[in-house]
């Protein structure tokens, strides 16, 4: 008897808290969050065209609240009547509805739409996705799935979501990173001048040098720097003492003339070598005139 009163009474307070959300209901112009009707107690009871109707807990009591999109756990279904958010199944952490989930819970294993603690045999399963996924290559130590390596086995480098025994062309590898990283090149600035042109030793010859600073050093099997230092052969030119020069020193002018001194000499030595050249080359020829003569009057005398 006391339970019937008991259920007499609920029934008559929520009766009397149903009239008093429907008094107490007002349309959109008062209502906020896209509610097109609400209640000061339950907040919104319908919402604007295109938007979801959800309830969130609050406490031991459930507000209306209308949104764009239905919250982790949910699905929106449309009607003519009304948009709800429905929620997914338990195995679900997200679905497209009720029977279609696109994300499992911790433990479980997305297979064509459902969850499941175990994969096919085919299939291995990916706690990093929570799906079943084909398994990896023979040199990946984990992956996304049969094409895509995420980390690689010892001895192996990761490049380009594939694992390499040998980094390829321009890439080299990273023993912390167990990855193929690019290779640095060396980079070089650019030539300087020329610098003076300074004599080797005690010899007669000269040289001038240009340099050039390295920029960025190459990496381990980066491209190697070029030559920083070049050398060529180098000539000074002598200055010519002319009539109107005019030595400030007396030292000058001794040089100048030295340097007239030791041109006419090296003149002097030229047209004697000339001459030497000349009168061997006449001796030569003579010899030579001398010889025919000879030869032919040998032939002469044998046909005698």
């Not at 997914?88 to 739409?113: I, M, P, Q, V, W």
């Not at 895509?148 to 380009?160: A, F, K, N, S």
């Not at 020069?245 to 340097?259: H, T, V």
Request: proline letters at 6%.
């Amino acid at each position: 008897m006391q339970l019937q009163q008991l259920i007499s009474l609920v029934l008559i307070l929520h009766w009397m808290e149903d009239a008093d959300c429907q008094h107490h209901a007002s349309k959109h112009k008062h209502c906020q969050g896209g509610c097109l009707t609400c209640s000061q107690h339950n907040g919104c009871l319908s919402c604007m065209p295109k938007l979801f109707f959800h309830l969130e807990r609050d406490g031991m009591r459930q507000i209306g609240v209308c949104l764009a999109s239905c919250p982790k756990g949910f699905f929106g279904t449309r009607s003519p009547e009304k948009n709800d958010c429905s929620k997914c199944g338990t195995e679900c952490d997200t679905c497209f509805d009720k029977n279609f989930c696109t994300r499992c819970r911790a433990g479980s294993y997305l297979h064509k739409g459902k969850c499941q603690e175990s994969c096919p045999d085919e299939l291995v399963p990916s706690d990093a996705k929570r799906e079943c996924v084909p398994p990896c290559p023979a040199d990946c130590d984990s992956c996304l799935n049969s094409d895509i390596c995420t980390r690689c086995m010892p001895g192996h480098y990761l490049l380009h979501d594939q694992c390499h025994s040998v980094c390829p062309e321009e890439f080299e590898p990273s023993e912390q990173l167990m990855e193929c990283i690019p290779s640095v090149p060396c980079e070089v600035e650019e030539w300087s001048k020329w610098g003076p042109c300074l004599r080797i030793g005690k010899t007669r010859l000269r040289e001038e040098t240009r340099t050039r600073r390295v920029l960025q050093n190459p990496s381990l099997q980066g491209k190697p720097c070029p030559a920083t230092s070049e050398k060529r052969e180098c000539f000074t030119k002598r200055k010519k003492c002319g009539k109107k020069e005019k030595a400030s020193r007396n030292g000058d002018q001794k040089n100048c003339n030295n340097r007239k001194g030791n041109a006419e000499g090296s003149r002097e030595r030229k047209r004697k070598r000339e001459r030497e050249m000349g009168d061997r080359e006449e001796a030569e020829n003579r010899n030579k005139t001398e010889q025919r003569r000879r030869r032919a009057q040998s032939r002469d005398s044998g046909t005698v």
